[in-house]
């Protein structure tokens, strides 16, 4: 499986795949909250409805620009074209990180402490891997640039594993997993995407000459 991502457009190929599910959703619930016709079940996110909005909005961004930093052809013919896409993905890596915690402090939970908790650990998380990525890239350091973008994809792409983990559960069994082992499942899943991406980081790779990108 780690050999799919040995080339930089199947890597990227095989992330705009996994974010699919949880940019599709954000693209819908986009038109939704503006227009009040979000389900029942997401309603009591509308007592913070631009910190709601933000984090969906954000989300697509982050997505979509996400997998196209991973292909060498944007990166070596289109430089500026790499940079901006680039720029779009940190700022909505920030506000989707950001809005994440706004929610998180505003809205009444559904969940356990346990998984709350460990929603707020992975927005700063995801907050940190951008500072770390920004930090390198004024470094010139390109290797650990893109290390540091790969986590920040991961931390905030989590939310596709628990797609592909719950969606089957919920067909299978007719409603989404609850309680404490539904939780186990929630982080779980998010920490298996960030684990990944740790493995795919260690794959054996031809070294990248420190220049600015």
Known sequence: MIRLFQRPIPLAFGLAVFSAIPVLIALVEVVQIPT??????????????VAWFAHVLTAVAFGVTGPLQFVRALRHRFGALHRLAGRIFVIAGAVLGLSGL??????????????????????????????????????GDIPRHRA??????????????????????????GRAPDGIAADILFIGAWAMTIGIAELILRRPSRPLSRRPA
């Open 36 to 49: 009040g016709t979000y389900p029942e079940d997401s309603a009591r996110l509308a007592v913070a409805p």
């Open 102 to 139: 706004a929610l998180l402090a505003q809205v009444a939970h559904v969940r356990t402490p346990l998984a709350e908790g460990a929603r707020g650990l992975f927005g700063l998380a995801l907050l940190a891997a951008l500072a770390c990525a920004m930090a390198a890239i004024r470094d």
């Open 148 to 173: 540091w973008i790969v986590r920040a994809y991961a931390i905030g792409m989590g939310s596709g594993a628990i797609a592909l983990v719950f969606f089957p559960i919920y067909v299978l069994a």
